[in-house]
Nanobody
Framework: QVQLVESGGGSVQAGGSLRLSCAASGYTHSTYCMGWFRQAPGKEREGVASIDGDGTTVYADSVKGRFTISRDNAKNTLYLRMNSLKPEDTAIYYC???????????????WGQGTQVTVSS
């Protein structure tokens, strides 16, 4: 069992920045690949970014050049730095671990509760 606890969500003006954090606990052997998903109102869940234990990253086209995913394995913590935020980035952001395929932003075995990110224009 893996527990994921997110923090760092909030409200920001367009063009601003936020950093999300995700603390993992439990059977952390299952956290080789971790990442972030988001779901906006009326939209399907979409993958945002992933990172494996070696530091290889994958980003959705919509966030490339603006978001940066990173991890601190010693602290069992995942991060998502979001710069140049746009209103269309408004969504609930979910931390995920145990991806079926780290390079494919689809399914995962473990999920956080989500944290709200709101970007106003």
């Amino acid at each position: 069992q893996v527990q994921l606890v997110e923090s760092g969500g909030g409200s920001v003006q367009a063009g601003g920045s936020l950093r999300l954090s995700c603390a993992a606990s439990g059977y952390t052997h299952s956290t080789y690949c971790m990442g972030w998903f988001r779901q906006a109102p009326g939209k399907e869940r979409e993958g945002v970014a992933s990172i494996d234990g070696d530091g290889t990253t994958v980003y959705a086209d919509s966030v490339k050049g603006r978001f940066t995913i990173s991890r601190d394995n010693a602290k069992n913590t995942l991060y998502l730095r979001m710069n140049s935020l746009k209103p269309e980035d408004t969504a609930i952001y979910y931390c995920a671990a145990g991806f079926y395929e780290c390079r494919v932003l689809l399914g995962a075995n473990y999920w956080g509760q989500g944290t709200q990110v709101t970007v106003s224009s």
